[in-house]
């Protein structure tokens, strides 16, 4: 072949391969423009919901979506009220709404935004990487966050995930990671550790997990000391009951070479774990508790990207799991 | 594009000799080697939305998968130079290289599990493992030996761009498209199109320049040349000294603010650093001996060493760290290479360069290893003081070794 007709051939492929790009682009941006114009087509109503409540995330593909919305506690199916605020990740409690946000842009942002309960910013903090959970203290006067930092750089990838503690419209309490870590009664200085998923126990104390070593562990946590202090192993993801008797959490399990978590309540005096295995999808959530019997936790559909469910199981550990509110994700139960 | 890239002297003596230009097939290879990384970047800076995003899966997994990686590809390297010094055609080696991580791209498209874009993104990697020293390979046998730092400083720059962009776009399309991640994938796959045309249709299997010996099995004893062996042992003690910039962007996130808002954005700022400085720096390397212009790349990483613990100013000190951080990859990537390329005989070149190569990066994860148990035992300031504090004993007595290698280097060239 001479350099000419390479030269041609060359040429060639830029042409097809451009036009190919583009007409995918467009496309793909005038249907993303049609599924997001439409009405949501779950029923809404605009009255804002004041009462006992479920804040969530609303997940139509609609020009809702990403809305924080609520129904009322005792009519979960019911119509949905949306406000103005969108988030990937929401907890809620009477006066404090805590939103982890990605802010897209030419480069993409993160960030957690406090609001106060007519919807008026507190605080914006900026995150270092994906959102992944948020929760509140029971009395809104403190918000945890756990993000996922992917350490982008030339050589190499590395990851890690950032779970820090703020007052609300106040300072951070440090990142998690950087907390005096014992287990199984000893201090341990471990390399690669992960702290995730923190649930606020009091004024002071809370739970969350340790990943280190291969290993999972239940950390009770010590806000004052800076301390974490491992109460059990094989602990994924806490979040205490509103009795403050119960952890529900993920347990994990090996199924086709891939990770499966199955949801599972340790009862922190006896030690002892119920897995609810009449759940028999994978859940990569945090769990909430609907009240001191049942568990909330959203899941994806198969069939339709983007859009997940709220499912509600019972944790007698033979009821079937429901679904409790469709079109939703990250529920916060709210009782003022 | 070609006259801003030429390499201009730096004194008037000989201005207007097209000699002194870096060779046409250099440019073209830093080209292939920017639409490719355009390719590659812009999936990799959205990666972690997707999985967690869309896919729903957990983050821990994402950052399991990766590190798994990291090892193959290192080992995979010295067979794609041992293959391409073998088969006396490193662009076909090279090629295969860039074919794999477009096949990757292809069935990234498709792909939905964890299992399935573990697989794909390993393939990816090996793909960049093989192609790379039969790459630099070419870029060697195309150069004279007295300007390789100039050449090998325009290919990363080009190189960089291409970094650099393709997050850029990525997050752009995101942008104009929220949450069409398969848009990005698609515009991916086709740069890894027009990077695999490219090097197949326009760069030439063998360099005019060199007339290439005859075929002949790879002999390692004729890659373990002493001065070649003296280069492995500085920059794999050195790299065991180099700490990973996520680590240190990770003390800089310690320090304030200012990193925490630009965080997603720092990377960034290095590779324009490196990008810039890729071709004084390389200049650099031609006229004062390139393992000595290595050894000030570490003492760039020293000074990056010190601003990220020290924070006397979040933004300054961030800022500072960034632009030395791109100096020392200025002053080692390319230049390692290129010197790895000059000490060893031409016909078993890309394996030298591939073993220089192989000893960096597994002296840098082992690093990221032994430095990640320093971070929790002592905090990030006092870990990057103490490697800091080894580096800076260890300096005086790599320069001397370098000395040594410089000589040799600049007797083999006559």
């Known amino acids: 072949m001479s350099q000419r007709v390479r030269l041609v051939a060359f040429a060639a492929i830029v042409l097809v391969v451009g036009t190919v790009m583009t007409a995918y682009a467009v496309g793909a941006a005038s249907s993303y423009r049609r599924a997001y114009d439409r009405p949501p087509s779950v029923a809404t109503e605009e009255e804002t919901v004041n009462g006992p409540r479920i804040v969530f995330r609303h997940t139509g593909i609609d020009e809702q979506y990403g809305a924080v919305a609520s129904v009322q506690l005792d009519d979960p199916g019911g119509a949905r009220a949306c406000t103005n605020i969108d988030c990937d990740r929401v907890d809620a409690t009477a006066q404090v709404t805590s939103c982890l946000r990605t802010e897209p842009g030419v480069v993409t942002k993160f960030s957690l935004t406090e609001y106060d309960l007519e919807g008026r910013k507190i605080q914006r903090v900026a995150l270092p990487g994906v959102p992944s959970r948020t929760r509140l203290s029971p009395d809104g006067s403190l918000v945890a966050t756990t993000t996922f930092v992917a350490g982008h750089s030339y050589m190499e990838v590395g990851f890690s995930t950032a779970t820090e503690i703020r007052d609300v419209g106040g300072d951070g309490r440090g990142n998690l990671e950087r907390y005096t870590l014992i287990l199984d009664g000893q201090e341990v200085t471990p390399r690669d550790r992960n702290v995730w998923g923190v649930t606020f126990a009091g004024d002071d104390t809370f739970y969350a997990t340790v990943a280190t070593g291969g290993e999972t562990y239940l950390v009770e946590g010590d806000l004052r000391a800076k301390t974490l202090t491992s109460v059990a192993d094989q602990v994924e993801c806490p979040s205490l009951s509103p009795d403050g008797t119960r952890i529900a959490f993920k347990q994990a399990s090996e199924r086709d070479g891939a990770r499966w978590w199955t949801p599972a309540v340790l009862d922190l005096a006896t030690g002892e774990r119920t897995v609810l295995s009449t759940e028999q999808r994978t859940v990569d959530d945090q769990i909430a508790w609907l009240d001191d019997r049942t568990l909330l936790y959203g899941l994806p559909r198969d069939d339709e990207p983007g859009v997940t469910d709220v499912w509600s199981l019972r944790t007698d550990g033979l009821s079937r799991p429901q679904l409790f509110i469709q079109q939703a994700w990250s529920p916060a139960v709210v009782r003022p | ?414």
């Not at chain 2, 990686?69 to 010295?78: E, N, P």
């Not at chain 2, 808002?261 to 004062?288: E, Q």
């Not at chain 2, 290595?294 to 100013?313: E, F, R």
């Open chain 2, 1 to 414: 594009m070609y006259i801003t890239l030429s390499d201009r002297p730096a004194t008037p003596v000989g201005h207007g000799d097209g000699r002194r230009r870096v060779a046409p097939v250099v440019v073209t290879l830093g080209l292939v080697s920017l639409v490719t990384d355009i390719s590659s970047e812009s999936v990799a800076a959205i990666l972690p939305l997707y999985l967690t995003g869309v896919l729903g899966l957990s983050t821990i997994a994402y950052g399991f998968i990766d590190a798994l990686y990291q090892g193959v590809s290192a080992l995979v390297r010295i067979g794609g130079g041992w293959a391409a010094d073998r088969s006396g055609h490193p662009k076909w080696v090279a090629f295969l290289g860039y074919g794999l991580s477009v096949v990757a791209r292809f069935f990234l498209l498709f792909s939905t599990g964890l299992a399935a874009i573990s697989a794909v993104i390993s393939a990816d990697r090996l793909g960049k493992g093989v192609r790379t020293a039969p790459r630099d390979a070419m870029i060697s046998a195309a150069t004279p030996p007295d300007r390789l730092g100039a050449a090998f400083g325009v290919h990363r720059t080009l190189d960089t761009i291409g970094a650099a962009i393709g997050p850029l776009l990525a997050f752009a399309i995101l942008w104009w498209i929220p949450g069409s991640y398969l848009t990005v994938m698609v515009v991916s796959l086709g740069f890894a199109v027009l990077g695999v045309a490219m090097l197949g249709l326009l760069v030439p299997d063998r360099p005019p320049v060199t007339p290439r010996p005859q075929r002949a099995p790879v002999s390692w004893r004729e890659v373990a040349q002493p001065s070649l062996v003296r280069l492995l042992v500085i920059a794999g003690a050195l790299g065991l000294l180099t700490v990973g910039d996520g680590f240190i962007y990770l003390a800089l996130l310690e320090s304030g603010e200012f990193a925490a808002y630009w965080f997603p954005l720092l990377y960034v700022g290095t590779n324009v650093a490196y990008l810039s400085l890729a071709v004084p720096v390389g200049r650099l390397a031609d006229r004062f001996g390139k393992a000595t212009v290595v050894i000030c790349g570490h003492v760039a990483l020293l000074g990056a060493y010190a601003a990220a613990a020290s924070a006397w100013d979040p933004t300054a000190s961030t800022l500072l760290t960034l632009l030395l951080l791109g100096a020392f990859y200025a002053a080692t990537d390319g230049v390692i290479a290129a010197l790895a390329g000059q000490l060893v005989p031409a016909q078993v070149r890309a394996s030298g360069i591939a073993s220089a190569q192989t000893v960096v990066a597994v002296a840098r994860m082992a690093s990221a290893a032994g430095f990640g148990f320093l971070w929790f035992l002592l905090g990030p300031q006092q870990a990057l003081v103490l490697v800091g504090a080894l580096l800076l004993v260890a300096l005086p007595v790599a320069l001397g070794v370098a000395r040594r290698i410089d000589v040799s280097a600049e007797v083999a060239t006559r």
